[in-house]
T-cell receptor, first 117, second 116 residues
Framework: GAVVSQHPSRVICKSGTSVKIECRSL??????MFWYRQFPKQSLMLMAT?????????EQGVEKDKFLINHASLTLSTLTVTSAHPEDSSFYIC?????????????FGPGTRLTVT | AQTVTQSQPEMSVQEAETVTLSCTYD???????LFWYKQPPSRQMILVIR??????QNATENRFSVNFQKAAKSFSLKISDSQLGDTAMYFC?????????????FGQGTTLQVKP
């Protein structure tokens, strides 16, 4: 089956610094990827939709200047949290849309736990 | 706006027994998919089962089956012969097939504990 990887799995950074999270589709090309944020015991909150070669579409309330998304290739999307603060600490999950006509399934990465100190 | 509601925050079941998780959704669309995803303690999201709205037959995947009631906008998940490995958070999700975005709308989730 299709595999989506994320790197790093855990990251700790200091307040005010930036951190980049990578999301890769390992054995398929993903024209559309999604970035989610999840708090403990809560549902996934969609942050943005990332399309290869174009600007990401952010959900309402998500600061696009703070959460920079780049989808430069068909197998890689990155999320950069700029000037991170403790309230940005969370679990971030990416997913890739299955590249089959008429399919709406998403394959999910294993997630990245971000802790801002 | 489309919404997905899971009204059971937590449930428990004895190993080998059957449990049903509830999900309702609200939409004016007629062409959509419904999914159940499982998120075990590892937090890796895993697709459990999918249902196409235009198919009347309920989907089944081994011990997992759904009861899809389109008119009632209900999509429950039945887990038979529950196993310890079924312990996880379960999310119901909806996607509009008429939209190019492919965005999933998730419910709040139900935490299922399977007890030995």
């Amino acid at each position: 089956g299709a595999v989506v990887s994320q790197h790093p799995s855990r990251v700790i950074c200091k307040s005010g610094t930036s951190v980049k999270i990578e999301c890769r589709s390992l054995d398929f090309q993903a024209t559309t990827m999604f970035w989610y944020r999840q708090f403990p015991k809560q549902s996934l909150m969609l942050m943005a939709t990332s399309n290869e070669g174009s600007k990401a579409t952010y959900e309402q309330g998500v600061e696009k200047d703070k959460f920079l998304i780049n989808h430069a290739s068909l197998t890689l999307s990155t999320l950069t949290v700029t000037s991170a603060h403790p309230e940005d600490s969370s679990f971030y999950i990416c997913s890739a849309r299955v590249p089959l006509a008429g399919s709406y399934e998403q394959y999910f990465g294993p997630g990245t736990r971000l802790t801002v100190t | 706006a489309q919404t997905v509601t899971q009204s059971q925050p937590e449930m428990s079941v004895q190993e080998a027994e059957t449990v049903t998780l509830s999900c309702t959704y609200d939409t004016s669309e007629s062409n959509y998919y419904l999914f159940w995803y499982k998120q075990p303690p590892s937090r890796q999201m895993i697709l459990v089962i999918r249902q196409e709205a235009y198919k009347q037959q309920n989907a089944t995947e081994n011990r997992f089956s759904v009861n899809f009631q389109k008119a009632a906008k209900s999509f429950s998940l039945k887990i038979s012969d529950s196993q310890l490995g079924d312990t996880a958070m379960y999310f119901c999700a909806w996607v509009n097939r008429s939209s190019n975005t492919g965005k999933l709308i998730f419910g709040q989730g139900t935490t299922l504990q399977v007890k030995p």
